[in-house]
């Protein structure tokens, strides 16, 4: 009976470790006053996170490529900077960065997206230690937006002209552990991960324009997300410094972040 009764609870055990997962950003009140999600961590800035106004018209933001540790599976993790898709009900989101993943050998690639496109791969050469700056803004309203991404250790450049209808409801700089498949992936050990002109050496680094005013993430209303999982917090960013730049750490537990 004894064995019978572990053996169940083996299982019920595993039934949860791989329930299906929400790719949404979940607002909680949380102790460390800021957001849990599933899938993000970093800075999110917006008029107000009670009745955000569409104001949002540009983004700026600067990171050095992570490099990644090995791991007993597949794991991704992505920097990027973004306008639109943090709260409840806004599918729209603009953004632009770089992956570094762990897929027997560590690989670093560059991209764009725009929901509910899936990314698009940006012919560069990426290596963890380049310093990427991205910039994305309303050229012309009400709906052309321009989306800059360059390899400053490498001097390539990308440029792209694209036309969305955006909430301009939020800004973000973020870690995330993309979706892959349909599932959230495991989130690559990247040690921690460096934003901003302090740790990059950039200029206009880390920056929104909302309603007309451009400056750092500290002269607007911002919060902070902490990425968790079943497990616990698995990255969680450090407080902002120089008014806009921050780190992010990996807190997980390698392979059995796997669990979700």
Known sequence: MANRIIIIILILILAFSIMPLHNNIKRTNVERNGVDSSNWAGYVVATGFGSPKPEVTGVSGSWIVQNVNTSCSCTYSAQWVGIGGFFNGDSSLI??????QYDCGASFSA???????????INM????????????????????????LNDTSENERFFKEVYYNSSMLSAEW??????????????????????????????????ATVNGQTAP????????????????IIAEPGNIINNGSFKVYY????CYCCFF
């Not at 807190?251 to 390698?254: A, C, L, V």
Request: with cysteine; proline share 5%; aromatic share 16%.
């Open 95 to 100: 953004q632009a960065g770089t992956t570094s």
């Open 174 to 207: 973020i870690e995330e552990r993309p979706e892959i498949n349909g599932q959230l992936s495991c989130l690559s050990d990247f040690g921690t991960a460096y934003y901003g002109g302090y740790y990059t050496g950039l200029s206009m680094s880390d920056y």
């Open 217 to 232: 993430i500290s002269s607007f209303q911002y919060e902070n997300i902490t990425m968790v999982s079943n497990s616990g």
């Open 125 to 148: 050469t990426v290596y963890p230690g380049n310093i990427i700056n991205v910039h994305i803004f309303l050229a012309k309203s009400p709906d052309l937006w321009y989306i800059y």
């Open 111 to 121: 991209w764009y997206e725009i929901l509910p496109a899936a990314e698009t791969p």
């Open 251 to 254: 807190t997980g537990d390698g």
